[in-house]
């Protein structure tokens, strides 16, 4: 078992900044690949971002390449998304989760959510 703990969401003003964490605990948090997702009112849920374990691999969705990115820190069991030049159209609920394989796009791979935190972006 993983349990995965996400922080750092809240309300910015378009053009701000936030950076999310999200504290692993439980399995080795070395050995798995993570991913940061997200899903705003009436949309399916969509990946942002995801992580080999060893963090040598990197995805960022389109939409936020250049302005979002994804790091961990396998000695603190933690994984990161700094986002930067927010845009309303990036509030949702964001969440972390972990894969015990390779680095994937799909969530539905992934065996292990976080309860997720919300990121506001006002206009």
């Known amino acids: 078992q993983v349990q995965l703990v996400e922080s750092g969401g809240g309300l910015v003003q378009a053009g701000g900044s936030l950076r999310l964490s999200c504290a692993a605990s439980?399995?080795?948090?070395?050995?798995?690949?993570m991913g940061w997702f997200r899903q705003a009112p009436g949309k399916e849920r969509e990946v942002v971002a995801a992580?080999?374990?060893?963090?040598?691999?990197?995805y960022s969705a389109d939409s936020v390449k250049g302005r979002f990115t994804i790091s961990r820190d396998n000695a603190k069991n933690t994984v990161y998304l700094q986002m930067n030049s927010l845009k309303p159209e990036d509030t949702a609920v964001y969440y972390c989760?972990?894969?015990?394989?390779?680095?994937?796009?799909?969530?539905?791979?992934?065996?292990?959510w976080g309860q997720g935190t919300q990121v506001t972006v006002s206009s």
């Open positions: 989760a972990a894969h015990d394989g390779g680095m994937d796009r799909d969530p539905d791979v992934y065996e292990y």
């Open positions: 439980g399995r080795t948090f070395s050995a798995y690949a």
């Open positions: 992580i080999s374990a060893g963090g040598g691999s990197i």
